[in-house]
């Protein structure tokens, strides 16, 4: 399957705890986008990494969270000390060029994280 | 920032009906994109649209642009339980999503 990957499917943390997702994009990709969509509302924009950069970040909340895509391995989307209104599905979705294309994303199907 | 609503937010229509959802920017587009999810899964690509009074059509599914590119509607011709998800549209670069229609086909 070569499709995007994400890991986990679900994660359950308590406050305070930190919660890490992982993204592996499309083999042959080299453009990492992630959103987030909460209960009842659309898909927000997050972040959008090259390999090794960070091209935007303006849908990044200012704190506690941080976005790599490194050059080997998954690109990870991190939340520190997580709070009920983190509780959300993640999604990351991959292309082949940058905002200059015109195709398609290709979406993973998500990570739900549930925060106790 | 650019804004999408879609309306209606959610429809519940018979099987073999006919349906039309809309997408409405606040500013012009230069490419919009429709996506179609079923509930817990990602999104799969369905269109994308680039100017202004392009129709494109796959299988049932038939979506516009309009001519000032601000708004693109999205109709499903005889419509099957198959199509039921949640159909959003999303601006090019795909920066900006609509809050999504959620589609209910009753067989």
């Known amino acids: 399957n070569a499709g995007v990957m994400q890991n986990p499917r679900h994660l359950v943390r308590r406050r305070g705890q930190e919660a890490r997702l992982r993204c592996s994009p499309m083999?042959?990709?080299?453009?990492v986008y992630w959103y987030r969509q909460l209960p009842e509302e659309g898909l927000k924009f997050m972040v959008y990494?090259?390999?090794?950069?960070?091209?935007?970040e303006s849908g990044m909340p200012k704190e506690r969270f941080s976005a790599e895509f490194p050059k080997e391995g998954p690109s990870i989307l991190r939340i520190q000390q997580v709070v009920r209104g983190d509780s959300a599905a993640y999604f990351c979705?991959?292309?082949?060029?940058?905002?200059?294309?015109?195709?398609?994303?290709?979406f993973g199907e998500g990570s739900r994280l549930t925060v106790l | 920032s650019q804004e999408l609503e879609q309306s209606p937010q959610s429809l519940i229509v018979q099987e073999g009906k006919n349906l039309t959802i809309n997408c409405t920017s606040s500013?012009?587009?230069?490419?919009l994109y429709w996506y179609k999810q079923k509930y817990g899964e990602g999104l799969i690509f369905l269109m994308m649209?680039?100017?202004?009074?392009e129709e494109k059509s796959h299988e049932k599914i038939t979506a516009k642009l309009d001519e000032k590119k601000q708004q693109s509607s999205l109709h499903i011709t005889a419509s099957q339980p198959s199509h039921a998800g949640i159909y959003l549209c999303?601006?090019?670069?795909?920066?900006?999503f609509g809050s999504g229609t959620q589609l209910t086909v009753l067989p």
């Open positions: 990494l090259q390999k090794e950069n960070i091209i935007d």
């Open positions: 083999k042959g990709h080299s453009h």
């Open positions: 500013k012009t587009l230069y490419g």
């Open positions: 649209l680039q100017k202004g009074g």
């Open positions: 979705a991959s292309s082949p060029q940058g905002q200059s294309n015109t195709g398609e994303l290709f």
């Open positions: 999303g601006s090019h670069w795909q920066l900006t």
